[in-house]
């Protein structure tokens, strides 16, 4: 139950504007960077250990309070569909052999959130593909997380991005430092301190910069929590780097419009582990990763590491 501390806790944060409580999953991209997999899977069905790599990210999503996901789906994307539903032949099956471990671990992926889907007929870019929750979002805060973009569950970033968001009714992006060859595979933000050592206030943003033209170190990463006026935005948006229409592009006019109502963009500053598992040598580093970390499975996993690694050398 409730206590009253909670209580006024809630009504703060009323005061404050609606609550966050819709994810956003874009998963409509082809996923060229890890042909032929794939080619008939979708990216964020990928396995990481055990798992598939959406699945980390609804229960990361869950885990910051937000129960209703909505993810954008497209082409060859069913198994995501299947994956959040019910499996009768297989519950029967594991049922019968008394094998309630494996019982619980697929029943968990089935109510974990309330799922909901939109096809994104035409896969026109990340922007596009928020824009295609407009509908679903309404006028509310909501998370964007992208679906092939693993976060640590032991360095929680979304639920403080939620904070900032509340306190300051804008959007909020992650950033990360990236080493200055690397800034180019990213969004990359201009920034100005706030006073608060993890958040900083976005001044402009620029996608995939050229080497040298990076305004900063800071890439941003697949978490956002965005004001409903990026819609506006993205409806003006025109095709962008790649002929893709970009979400940085509709969060750079944000940017600009720091002084108008739902306008301005902050960013926190995530320091801990990050995967992307969109790209095939980060994919093998988070299955082997993860895996040494598992208390099943990473004790035998260290060991033949340890001595893989001894007869390379
Ligand atoms: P990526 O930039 O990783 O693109 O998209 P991609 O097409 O999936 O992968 P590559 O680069 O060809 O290998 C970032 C996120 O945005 C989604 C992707 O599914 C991924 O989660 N996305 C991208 C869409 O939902 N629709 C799009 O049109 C593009």
Not at 28 to 54: H, S
Not at 183 to 200: F, I, K, N, R
Request: a negative charge; charged letters at 25%.
């Amino acid at each position: 139950m409730a206590t009253a501390s909670d209580l006024t806790e809630l009504q703060q944060r009323r005061a404050l504007g609606p609550l966050v409580t819709k994810a956003v999953i874009p998963a409509a991209g082809l996923g060229t960077r890890f042909l032929p997999a794939t080619k008939a899977t979708p990216k964020e069905m990928l396995p990481v250990v055990d798992k598939p790599a959406i699945q980390y990210v609804v229960e990361e999503a869950v885990s910051a309070g937000l129960d209703d996901i909505l993810v954008i789906t497209g082409r060859n994307k069913r198994s995501l569909e299947d994956h959040f539903d019910r499996a009768w032949e297989l519950e029967a099956a594991l049922e019968a052999k008394g094998d309630t471990h494996r019982l619980a671990r697929i029943r968990k992926s089935q109510v974990l959130a309330d799922m909901y889907y939109v096809r994104q007929g035409d896969p026109r870019g990340l922007g596009h593909a928020v824009l295609c929750a407009a509908n679903h979002i309404g006028s509310n805060p909501f998370a964007v997380l992208l679906g092939d973009d693993l976060i640590d569950e032991r360095d929680p970033l979304l639920g403080r991005m939620i904070d900032v968001q509340r306190h300051t009714q804008a959007s909020v992006v992650a950033l990360m430092e990236v080493p200055p060859e690397q800034v180019h595979l990213y969004g990359c933000a201009a920034v100005e301190p706030t006073g608060q050592h993890d958040v900083v206030r976005v001044t402009g943003m620029v996608e995939k910069p050229d080497v040298g033209e990076a305004p900063s170190n800071l890439a941003v990463i697949g978490r956002y929590v965005l004001h409903w006026r990026v819609f506006d935005f993205l409806r003006e948006t025109e095709p962008g780097r790649g002929g893709e229409i970009q979400l940085t592009d509709a969060l750079q006019g944000l940017a600009q419009q720091h002084r108008t109502p739902g306008g301005g963009v902050y960013g926190v500053v995530f320091r801990g582990r990050r995967y992307d598992t969109g790209d095939r040598l980060d994919y093998l580093k988070a299955v082997v990763q993860l895996a040494c970390e598992r208390a099943d499975l990473g004790p035998d996993m260290r060991t033949w590491l340890r001595g893989y690694v001894a007869d390379m050398t």
